[in-house]
Protein backbone atom coordinates (compact mmCIF):
# COMPACT_ATOMS: atom_id res chain seq x y z
CA UNK A 1 0.00 0.00 0.00
CA UNK A 2 1.45 3.50 -1.23
CA UNK A 3 -0.38 5.45 0.92
CA UNK A 4 -2.00 7.38 -2.33
CA UNK A 5 -5.78 6.59 -2.76
CA UNK A 6 -7.86 6.98 -5.99
CA UNK A 7 -11.31 6.81 -6.59
CA UNK A 8 -13.23 5.40 -8.40
CA UNK A 9 -11.40 2.42 -8.99
CA UNK A 10 -13.50 1.42 -12.04
CA UNK A 11 -15.51 3.96 -14.64
CA UNK A 12 -17.86 3.52 -17.34
CA UNK A 13 -19.34 6.07 -19.27
CA UNK A 14 -20.34 7.23 -22.57
CA UNK A 15 -18.64 9.48 -25.22
CA UNK A 16 -19.08 13.06 -24.22
CA UNK A 17 -19.47 13.27 -21.14
CA UNK A 18 -17.62 14.08 -18.31
CA UNK A 19 -15.61 12.61 -15.07
CA UNK A 20 -13.57 13.62 -12.77
CA UNK A 21 -10.94 11.28 -10.95
CA UNK A 22 -9.73 12.03 -7.40
CA UNK A 23 -6.84 11.67 -5.80
CA UNK A 24 -5.82 11.28 -1.78
CA UNK A 25 -1.92 12.10 -1.94
CA UNK A 26 0.43 10.36 0.98
CA UNK A 27 0.41 11.93 4.50
CA UNK A 28 2.38 15.32 4.28
CA UNK A 29 3.03 14.91 0.36
CA UNK A 30 2.94 18.22 -1.19
CA UNK A 31 3.76 17.06 -4.98
CA UNK A 32 0.81 15.46 -7.15
CA UNK A 33 1.39 14.14 -10.24
CA UNK A 34 -1.55 12.59 -12.91
CA UNK A 35 -0.56 10.21 -15.77
CA UNK A 36 -2.22 7.99 -18.27
CA UNK A 37 -1.79 4.83 -19.30
CA UNK A 38 -3.29 3.11 -22.31
CA UNK A 39 -3.23 -0.05 -23.79
CA UNK A 40 0.43 -1.37 -24.51
CA UNK A 41 1.93 1.70 -23.53
CA UNK A 42 3.92 3.18 -20.95
CA UNK A 43 2.70 5.23 -18.57
CA UNK A 44 2.32 9.60 -20.29
CA UNK A 45 2.92 12.18 -18.32
CA UNK A 46 -0.20 14.54 -18.02
CA UNK A 47 0.21 17.44 -15.33
CA UNK A 48 2.24 18.29 -11.90
CA UNK A 49 1.15 20.15 -9.14
CA UNK A 50 3.41 21.26 -5.65
CA UNK A 51 1.22 22.66 -2.65
CA UNK A 52 -1.47 24.05 -5.27
CA UNK A 53 0.38 25.26 -7.71
CA UNK A 54 0.84 23.43 -11.62
CA UNK A 55 4.70 22.74 -11.60
CA UNK A 56 5.07 21.12 -15.01
CA UNK A 57 2.92 19.86 -17.96
CA UNK A 58 2.92 17.36 -20.06
CA UNK A 59 0.72 16.05 -23.05
CA UNK A 60 -2.64 16.87 -21.42
CA UNK A 61 -5.63 17.92 -23.67
CA UNK A 62 -7.14 20.67 -23.66
CA UNK A 63 -10.20 18.71 -22.83
CA UNK A 64 -8.62 17.83 -19.62
CA UNK A 65 -7.95 19.54 -16.94
CA UNK A 66 -6.29 19.27 -13.07
CA UNK A 67 -6.14 21.10 -10.08
CA UNK A 68 -5.11 20.58 -6.57
CA UNK A 69 -6.94 21.83 -3.34
CA UNK A 70 -5.73 23.51 -0.26
CA UNK A 71 -5.97 20.07 1.40
CA UNK A 72 -3.53 18.54 -1.14
CA UNK A 73 -5.80 16.66 -2.87
CA UNK A 74 -6.19 16.87 -6.69
CA UNK A 75 -8.43 16.21 -9.07
CA UNK A 76 -8.22 15.04 -12.59
CA UNK A 77 -11.60 16.64 -14.95
CA UNK A 78 -11.95 14.77 -17.78
CA UNK A 79 -14.38 16.32 -20.25
CA UNK A 80 -16.55 15.85 -23.82
CA UNK A 81 -14.84 11.92 -23.70
CA UNK A 82 -13.38 10.11 -27.07
CA UNK A 83 -13.33 6.15 -26.80
CA UNK A 84 -9.23 6.77 -26.86
CA UNK A 85 -9.39 8.20 -23.52
CA UNK A 86 -10.22 4.92 -22.17
CA UNK A 87 -7.46 4.07 -20.43
CA UNK A 88 -5.56 3.59 -16.45
CA UNK A 89 -5.42 6.93 -15.08
CA UNK A 90 -2.45 7.18 -12.48
CA UNK A 91 -2.20 9.53 -9.95
CA UNK A 92 1.41 9.55 -7.72
CA UNK A 93 2.63 11.67 -5.01
CA UNK A 94 5.63 12.78 -3.14
CA UNK A 95 7.16 14.70 -0.29
CA UNK A 96 9.19 17.37 -2.83
CA UNK A 97 9.00 18.99 -6.02
CA UNK A 98 11.40 16.70 -6.99
CA UNK A 99 10.33 13.46 -5.96
CA UNK A 100 11.18 11.08 -2.56
CA UNK A 101 14.92 10.67 -1.18
CA UNK A 102 15.67 8.88 -4.08
CA UNK A 103 14.18 11.10 -6.72
CA UNK A 104 10.60 8.82 -6.71
CA UNK A 105 7.25 8.95 -6.95
CA UNK A 106 4.42 7.07 -4.85
CA UNK A 107 1.97 5.59 -7.18
CA UNK A 108 -1.65 5.15 -6.43
CA UNK A 109 -3.37 2.21 -8.09
CA UNK A 110 -4.94 3.87 -10.91
CA UNK A 111 -7.92 4.44 -11.94
CA UNK A 112 -9.87 2.38 -14.80
CA UNK A 113 -11.68 4.52 -17.83
CA UNK A 114 -13.77 3.12 -19.93
CA UNK A 115 -15.95 5.27 -22.36
CA UNK A 116 -18.52 3.33 -24.60
CA UNK B 1 8.13 9.81 -30.63
CA UNK B 2 9.50 7.33 -28.14
CA UNK B 3 12.16 8.40 -25.57
CA UNK B 4 12.37 5.53 -23.59
CA UNK B 5 12.32 2.64 -25.60
CA UNK B 6 11.67 -1.20 -23.63
CA UNK B 7 12.44 -3.20 -26.79
CA UNK B 8 11.92 -6.79 -24.68
CA UNK B 9 7.71 -6.73 -24.09
CA UNK B 10 8.42 -10.17 -22.18
CA UNK B 11 11.23 -12.13 -20.33
CA UNK B 12 11.16 -15.65 -19.09
CA UNK B 13 13.97 -16.60 -16.39
CA UNK B 14 14.49 -19.55 -13.80
CA UNK B 15 14.19 -19.15 -10.61
CA UNK B 16 17.61 -18.60 -9.20
CA UNK B 17 19.22 -17.06 -12.24
CA UNK B 18 19.82 -13.80 -13.46
CA UNK B 19 17.59 -11.28 -14.88
CA UNK B 20 18.51 -8.50 -17.43
CA UNK B 21 15.91 -5.79 -18.57
CA UNK B 22 17.27 -3.52 -21.13
CA UNK B 23 16.04 0.05 -21.17
CA UNK B 24 16.92 2.44 -24.21
CA UNK B 25 17.01 6.35 -24.63
CA UNK B 26 16.64 8.93 -26.86
CA UNK B 27 16.61 12.53 -25.39
CA UNK B 28 20.69 13.47 -23.94
CA UNK B 29 18.94 15.79 -21.41
CA UNK B 30 17.67 13.24 -18.95
CA UNK B 31 18.96 13.73 -15.75
CA UNK B 32 17.57 10.71 -13.75
CA UNK B 33 16.79 7.45 -14.44
CA UNK B 34 14.54 4.90 -12.62
CA UNK B 35 12.91 1.19 -12.62
CA UNK B 36 9.50 0.64 -11.35
CA UNK B 37 7.72 -3.00 -11.29
CA UNK B 38 4.11 -3.29 -11.27
CA UNK B 39 2.05 -6.46 -10.28
CA UNK B 40 -1.43 -6.82 -11.65
CA UNK B 41 -4.05 -4.33 -10.33
CA UNK B 42 -1.66 -2.68 -8.83
CA UNK B 43 -0.19 0.61 -8.69
CA UNK B 44 3.89 1.13 -10.02
CA UNK B 45 6.60 0.39 -7.08
CA UNK B 46 9.81 1.84 -7.05
CA UNK B 47 12.53 -0.64 -7.06
CA UNK B 48 15.65 1.34 -8.09
CA UNK B 49 17.38 4.73 -9.37
CA UNK B 50 20.34 6.16 -10.68
CA UNK B 51 21.66 9.76 -11.65
CA UNK B 52 23.04 10.51 -14.94
CA UNK B 53 26.31 11.35 -13.05
CA UNK B 54 26.64 7.39 -11.89
CA UNK B 55 27.01 4.31 -13.96
CA UNK B 56 26.17 1.90 -11.47
CA UNK B 57 23.60 1.42 -7.75
CA UNK B 58 23.11 -1.45 -6.34
CA UNK B 59 20.52 -2.24 -3.64
CA UNK B 60 20.14 -5.85 -2.69
CA UNK B 61 19.28 -7.87 -5.47
CA UNK B 62 18.76 -5.22 -7.82
CA UNK B 63 21.78 -3.31 -9.60
CA UNK B 64 21.15 -1.01 -12.31
CA UNK B 65 23.87 0.29 -15.09
CA UNK B 66 23.87 3.13 -16.79
CA UNK B 67 26.32 3.55 -20.35
CA UNK B 68 25.47 7.02 -21.02
CA UNK B 69 27.03 6.63 -24.54
CA UNK B 70 24.97 4.12 -25.70
CA UNK B 71 21.93 5.69 -23.91
CA UNK B 72 21.11 2.74 -22.47
CA UNK B 73 20.39 1.46 -19.02
CA UNK B 74 19.80 -2.18 -17.92
CA UNK B 75 18.40 -3.91 -14.62
CA UNK B 76 19.73 -6.78 -13.03
CA UNK B 77 18.43 -9.33 -10.45
CA UNK B 78 20.23 -11.63 -9.09
CA UNK B 79 19.26 -14.44 -8.28
CA UNK B 80 15.30 -14.06 -9.65
CA UNK B 81 12.50 -15.05 -7.64
CA UNK B 82 8.82 -16.37 -8.60
CA UNK B 83 7.98 -13.07 -6.83
CA UNK B 84 9.92 -10.63 -8.76
CA UNK B 85 7.34 -12.16 -11.94
CA UNK B 86 5.88 -8.53 -12.78
CA UNK B 87 6.07 -5.96 -15.15
CA UNK B 88 8.95 -3.86 -14.77
CA UNK B 89 8.82 -0.21 -16.58
CA UNK B 90 12.34 2.03 -17.06
CA UNK B 91 11.53 5.90 -16.69
CA UNK B 92 13.87 8.87 -17.24
CA UNK B 93 13.27 12.29 -15.89
CA UNK B 94 13.89 15.58 -18.31
CA UNK B 95 15.26 18.30 -16.01
CA UNK B 96 12.13 20.97 -15.97
CA UNK B 97 11.82 24.73 -14.03
CA UNK B 98 12.27 24.59 -10.59
CA UNK B 99 13.07 20.95 -10.42
CA UNK B 100 9.83 19.29 -10.87
CA UNK B 101 9.94 15.64 -11.31
CA UNK B 102 8.81 14.90 -15.35
CA UNK B 103 8.95 10.91 -16.09
CA UNK B 104 8.83 9.51 -19.27
CA UNK B 105 8.48 6.07 -19.15
CA UNK B 106 9.02 2.77 -21.13
CA UNK B 107 6.38 0.38 -22.18
CA UNK B 108 6.97 -1.74 -20.06
CA UNK B 109 8.45 -5.60 -20.13
CA UNK B 110 6.59 -8.57 -18.27
CA UNK B 111 9.57 -10.49 -15.98
CA UNK B 112 8.14 -14.72 -15.49
CA UNK B 113 10.66 -16.25 -12.93
CA UNK B 114 9.52 -19.91 -13.63
CA UNK B 115 10.31 -21.93 -10.59
Known amino acids: DSGVTQTPKHLITATGQRVTLRCSPRSGDLSVYWYQQSLDQGLQFLIQYYNGEERAKGNILERFSAQQFPDLHSELNLSSLELGDSALYFC???????????????FGEGSRLTVL | DQQVKQNSPSLSVQEGRISILNCDYT??????FLWYKKYPAEGPTFLISISSIKDKNEDGRFTVFLNKSAKHLSLHIVPSQPGDSAVYFC??????????????FGSGTQLTVLP
Open chain 2, 91 to 104: AANKPSSGSARQLT
Open chain 1, 92 to 106: ASSSTLAGGKRGELF
Open chain 2, 27 to 32: NSMFDY
